[in-house]
């Protein structure tokens, strides 16, 4: 297999960066891919720093072991985390996961934008250098979505738990009129249906997959790792530690998609 062949890497803590994966394969969809979840550690964001750190250098490197060219890390928690210590000490291409508040605070009206995301995110280094650069510009009220990622990796999206959870931590943002909610963490974009039906339609709900896949083509581009062969459809391989019942059911529309438990 030459170089351009070779697949993306993918990890997560969970099922969630499956919402990352389907935005690259759907811009990809000639490239090779591998998709680790990491659901018996799920969630990240309530672990410490270097517990995270830990985690993701177990996942790189069984990625590597793998054949992976570039590998994404599709957790904020992790890439907030984790990615620098990545990059410094292996020589692949990374590709993080950040929320979009940036986006967001050049487009609100009202100056105020909310984010959900995980404790482990809005407590990083690195979350708090993007946000203080556009806390004088903007408000931002951050919300830590304790108990989401949970539900969501034991198949409980559209639960009376979840609807209860969310309207706790989203009719805040709606009261302090915010007009943009940036979802910062990959899982949270399955319960989009859910948050809708509290916000309505007027509040703009963004997060950053279809960022994140253009970025990989670009990296790709830049190194000359884009797979341009179209003799054989792509193979998207996709490896979890648990139960692979949920993740098969948020796969079910993938024929070519390949699930294995993996004792990891």
Known sequence: MNSTQKPIGIFDSGIGGTSIWKEIHQLLPNENTIYLSDSKNAPYGQKSTQEIVDLSVKNTEFLIKKGAKIIVVACNTATTNAIQYLRANYDIPFIGIEPAIKPASLKTKTGTIGILATKGTLNSALFEKTTSKLSDQITIIEQVGEGLVELIENGKMESEEMTSLLEKYINP???????????????????????????????????????????????????????????????????????????????????NSNIDYLDF
């Open 173 to 255: 943002m709606l009261e302090n009129k915010c007009d943009y909610i940036v979802l910062g963490c990959t899982h949270y974009p399955y319960l989009l249906p859910q948050i809708r039906k509290i916000t309505g339609e007027n509040i703009q709900i963004i997060d950053s997959g279809e960022a994140v896949a253009k970025q990989v083509k670009n990296v790709l581009s830049q190194q000359n790792l884009v797979n341009n062969s179209t003799n054989n459809q792509s193979l998207n391989i996709f490896y979890i530690n648990k139960d692979k019942s949920v993740l098969e059911n948020i796969l079910k529309d993938y024929k």
